[in-house]
């Protein structure tokens, strides 16, 4: 069984449509949760940083953490074409940083 | 990319033969890692720099090996490169090993013919 386990996708969405992406988790030292973006061809961007339960906004991004039922959520707002890209969770507890496979995530104008 | 540069960003070269692949950075960052991203598999750590002269393997270690002779630069070296290392190669640096995030560079994508 994988650390991180992640839907591969593809989600396909309607522009303006709410987008939930998940990731489960069995190590409960984890710390630090994170989401990456990546486009096609490029490398990956932080996109969302936290290390406690609850949650995290920053304008049309939402990071959720329930250390309780080892799982983590992004939720994305009015989505819109250019959020179309792979979304990678990531973790650590020892700076060890484990990835989710990514999400393949297509919004359709 | 957070001042990461990675070189070449292409790379086809024929089985048997070595490669280096080169991460350079300006942002003074003790922390570099070398990845291989696989459709299936994810980002995986090749090897990891805690400081000049110091590293460190991870989960995919075996046919790869690493060098820092500089803070700046980190080479990852394919000694004898097999069809199974045809992958795309991100670099990434971090201040801290355990509370700062990784930064990535743009990538490498190398094929072994």
């Known amino acids: 069984q994988k650390e991180v386990e992640q839907d591969p996708g593809p989600l396909s969405v309607p522009e303006g449509a709410i987008v939930s992406l998940n990731c489960t988790y069995s190590n409960s030292a984890f710390q630090y949760f994170m989401w990456y973006r990546q486009y096609s061809r490029k490398g990956p961007e932080l996109l969302m940083y936290t290390y406690s339960s609850g949650n995290k906004e920053d304008g049309r991004f939402t990071a959720q953490v329930d250390k309780s039922s080892k799982y983590i959520s992004l939720f994305i707002r009015d989505s819109q074409p250019s959020d179309s890209a792979t979304y990678l969770c990531?973790?650590?507890?020892?700076?060890?940083?484990?990835f989710g496979q990514g999400t393949t995530l297509q919004v359709k104008p | 990319d957070a001042g990461i540069t990675q070189s070449p960003r292409h790379k086809v070269t024929e089985t048997g033969t070595p490669v280096t692949l080169r991460c350079h950075q300006t942002e003074n960052h003790r922390y570099m890692y070398w990845y291989r991203q696989d459709p299936g598999h994810g980002l995986r750590l090749i090897h990891y720099s805690y400081g000049v002269k110091d590293t460190d393997k991870g989960e995919v270690s075996d046919g790869y090996s690493v060098s820092r002779s500089k803070t700046e630069d980190f080479l990852l070296t394919l000694e004898s490169a097999t069809s199974s290392q045809t992958s795309v190669y991100f670099c990434?640096?971090?201040?801290?090993?355990?509370?700062?995030?990784?930064?990535f560079g743009p990538g490498t994508r190398l094929t072994v013919l």
């Open positions: 990434a640096i971090s201040g801290d090993r355990v509370r700062d995030t990784q930064y």
């Open positions: 990531a973790m650590t507890y020892t700076g060890k940083l484990i």
